[in-house]
């Protein structure tokens, strides 16, 4: 059986991840603190593939622990590792602890890859390695900007550790993540207030906020609302059995933005969610939030010609995905 490491493998990315690389055949090896999801997110994995899965409750940052446990299993032909803080808000209350369980649980993994002679590593970066680019879309040459937030910092830094060691790598850029398996059984379970636009038009369409704060209409976009380019977690999800493929045929390190290429504005996603979910989403202008870029969206070439991946699904499907998780999550 081919083997795979997955840790923060009970978080949101890293459920429908395992979902899917079970559905390719392949055995994930999850290990996660559950500091930031639920055991739900395991459950739901175990219900939807019938399997009982391979799973560690651990705190990466642990290097001997982790090695332990890793030398007891055969047939491990690499690692994605997903454990990490998100917050971008808690990142600026409490730098140190992003700082030290973001790079902590980075090194720690790659020390014992390397103790056990394993190889392969595909690491979850972020778009915001790029702050804001010069040009649109964004391609993986951009070079990197001051970070806005000691969280975008740990992704430029954990960047640089991977470059620097010995490892076969990919490091995914993903742009913003969104929506949920079909099932409801897995999903975003983050301890954290929600800050990003979907999850909260959620919250606002089912009640439990009062409105949507849109922040910032004079921004130099198209409807002058901030620009990003939304992904549906599922397509993510398969972005990383491709790259971990392509990083034990190729050998070799490489970076890939994984988003959809195209720039929908605040104001245009809260309509096609109205529009595909029959539902009105109280909404409010209001003034700009530090730190935020005015427009993202990647250029997705790279992926497409050497990943051999693009996402499959519409921006519809997200929305309807993530209020049926709104919805539905226990
Ligand atoms: N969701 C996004 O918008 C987004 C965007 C870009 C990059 N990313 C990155 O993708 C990865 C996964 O994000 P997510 O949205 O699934 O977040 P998540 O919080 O749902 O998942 C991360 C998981 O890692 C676990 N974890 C954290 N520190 C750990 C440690 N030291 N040891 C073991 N487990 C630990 C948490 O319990 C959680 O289950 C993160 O590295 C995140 O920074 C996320």
């Not at 059986?1 to 079970?22: D, Q, R």
């Not at 991977?162 to 983050?190: A, M």
């Not at 870029?293 to 929305?319: C, F, G, P, Q, R």
């Amino acid at each position: 059986m081919n083997k795979v490491i997955v840790t923060g493998g009970a978080g949101y990315i890293g459920s429908h991840t395992c979902l899917k690389l079970i559905e390719l055949g392949y055995e994930p090896l999850i290990i996660d603190n559950l500091s930031n999801t639920s055991i739900e997110n395991i459950k739901g994995v175990e219900s939807i593939t019938n399997k009982k899965l391979n799973f560690y409750e651990l705190d990466c940052c642990s290097a001997q622990k982790l090695d332990m446990i890793i030398k007891k299993e055969n047939g491990i032909i690499g690692a994605i590792h997903f454990a990490a803080y998100k917050s971008v808000e808690e990142s600026v209350r409490e730098p140190e602890k992003f700082f030290y369980n973001n790079l902590k649980s980075l090194e720690s993994l790659i020390d014992v890859m390397i103790n056990q002679n394993l190889n392969n590593l595909i690491f979850s970066s972020s778009c915001t390695v790029y702050g804001s680019p010069d040009s649109l879309p964004v391609d993986e040459n951009a070079p990197f900007k001051k970070a806005e937030s000691p969280y975008g910092e740990t992704k430029q830094l954990c960047e640089k550790i991977i470059e620097k060691s010995t490892l076969f790598s990919v490091c995914l850029r993903y742009f913003n993540p969104i929506g949920s398996h079909n099932s409801g059984l897995i999903g975003d379970r983050s301890a954290d207030k929600p800050a990003n636009l979907v999850p909260i038009i959620c919250e606002v369409a089912y009640g439990k906020r009062e409105k949507l704060i849109i922040n910032g209409n004079d921004y130099n976009t198209k409807d002058g609302t901030c620009v990003r380019d939304y992904i549906h977690v599922e397509d993510l999800a398969l972005a990383h059995i491709n790259a971990l493929e392509y990083c034990i045929k190729n050998k070799s390190k490489s970076i890939f933005n994984i988003g959809t290429g195209q720039g929908l504005s605040v104001a245009e996603t809260v309509r096609i969610f109205e529009e595909c979910n029959n539902i009105k989403v109280n909404l409010e202008y209001g003034p700009r939030r530090t730190g935020d870029v005015a427009e993202i969206y990647s250029d997705t070439k790279k992926s497409s010609k050497y990943l051999k991946w693009k996402s499959e699904k519409s921006i519809s499907d997200a929305l309807k995905s993530a209020w049926n998780w709104e919805l539905n999550k226990t």
